[in-house]
């Protein structure tokens, strides 16, 4: 067994030497900008801090994807009755808490009480029909259980957008303002929000409403963001430049609508704008539709599974800068740290065949049709 493992190691080390050799002389680059944040070519954003690892939009879930190696940390924001921006994906507080109704009826301070791991079990955030002692984070936040070492039940609170921003100064974060009657108010204070706790360009902002979006660009113009559903849904059709905003957001499948192909990536890339993909759920956010999208050359895999994540982006990330050596610009200069962070199909073209091989040794095949558009 171990021999035969050399043996394909082997196989797969050859493969690609010889896949680096010639793809960097065949396929040719495109002048596209380079996708915002890329400090490596493949960027990990760990949704709602990873939320099918770590309970769901938590500061501990946030502390563990980033030890873990995320760049970036996704978020949804709602206001609560006092107009403080909240991190919390439903318009309730029933599928993560022990409590029951809107957000927007309880203050911060008492949306900052509540048990935000009640009901986390892994790979599924909100599953309520678990035995009770499959809840092993229920109770830190209210004290009734010893929070994990290093960790304090603040960490299991549902956070305020400062929370995030204080605990974590200079990361950088992914937004999503959520829609619903609260919208248009959370983008304004938002916006505001941002304005004060800058650099904007800490910040990328989406919604899926369009006309919250523009709201928002209306007033915190120079913050990045991410088309809504809307405007993505007709470059479909135009393919062309999208003034303003800097990344696409989509998931893989839309029902039997393959949404991230090559030629979706090569578009993005030549229009300047970075993709990065999200996932439907447990089933969809698994290691061959990551090692898919990355051979596709898409920039950012928005991923619930950070920790489980890193190793194949890692990967993908060392293959992508070895076929950059390969290049006959020289070693370890500006020319080369410029070619990686521009999406060049050089490299590209290597670390899709590269990463489809070592997909196929562990058996990291075959794709998931996401249905609905909820991250």
């Given at each position: 067994m171990l021999r035969e493992l050399k043996r394909l190691r082997d196989v797969a080390a050859a493969s690609l030497a010889l896949l680096i050799g010639i793809g960097a002389t065949l396929i040719p680059a495109h002048a596209a900008d380079a996708p915002i944040w890329n400090s490596r070519r493949f960027i990990s954003i760990a949704?709602?801090?990873?939320?099918?690892?770590?309970?769901?939009s938590t500061i501990y879930a946030?502390?563990?994807?980033?030890?873990?190696?995320?760049n970036v940390l996704e978020m949804d924001v709602r206001l609560s009755s006092d107009n403080v921006l909240m991190?919390?994906?439903?318009?309730t507080v029933d599928r993560t808490t022990g409590d029951t109704g809107p957000v927007s009826s309880f203050t911060a301070l008492q949306l900052q009480a509540m048990d935000n791991a009640y009901w986390f079990y892994p790979h599924c955030w909100s599953c309520h029909s678990q035995p009770i002692e499959d809840y092993a984070l229920r109770g830190v936040r209210t004290g009734a259980?010893?929070?994990?070492?290093?960790?304090?039940?603040?960490?299991?609170?549902?956070?305020?957008l400062l929370d995030v921003v204080n605990t974590f100064p200079g990361q950088r974060l992914n937004i999503e303002i959520k829609d619903?009657?609260?919208?248009?108010?959370?983008?304004?204070?938002?916006?505001?929000?941002?304005?004060?706790?800058?650099?904007?360009?800490?910040?990328?902002?989406?919604?899926?409403?369009?006309?919250?979006?523009?709201?928002?660009?209306?007033?915190?113009?120079?913050?990045?963001?991410?088309?809504?559903?809307?405007?993505i849904t007709s470059w479909f059709g135009t393919r062309g430049a999208l003034p303003g905003h800097r990344v696409l957001q989509v998931p893989p499948f839309f029902g039997e609508i393959e949404v991230v192909t090559q030629q979706f990536v090569d578009d993005a890339h030549a229009n300047g704008l970075g993709v990065w993909v999200w996932f439907n759920g447990d089933e969809d956010d698994?290691?061959?539709?990551?090692?898919?999208?990355m051979a596709l050359g898409v920039d950012g895999i928005l991923t619930g599974k950070p920790a489980e994540a890193e190793p194949y982006i890692a990967a993908a990330n060392a293959a992508a800068a070895l076929a950059v050596t390969t290049t006959t610009a020289p070693v370890n200069t500006p020319e080369v740290a410029a070619l990686a962070n521009t999406g060049n199909d050089n490299f590209l073209w290597a670390v899709g065949v590269s990463t489809l091989i070592?997909?196929?040794?562990?058996?990291?095949?075959?794709?998931?049709?996401?249905?609905?558009?909820s991250r």
């Open positions: 949704h709602a801090g990873g939320d099918l690892e770590s309970p769901h946030m502390k563990k994807a980033l030890a873990a190696g995320a991190i919390q994906h439903d318009d259980v010893s929070p994990p070492e290093g960790y304090t039940p603040d960490d299991f609170a549902v956070a305020t619903g009657p609260t919208g248009m108010a959370g983008a304004e204070a938002l916006a505001a929000f941002i304005n004060s706790h800058g650099p904007s360009d800490r910040y990328v902002v989406a919604s899926f409403d369009d006309a919250i979006l523009d709201h928002f660009k209306e007033l915190a113009p120079d913050v990045f963001t991410s088309p809504g559903l809307d405007l698994v290691p061959a539709t990551w090692v898919r999208l070592v997909g196929a040794m562990f058996g990291l095949a075959g794709r998931r049709r996401p249905t609905t558009l």
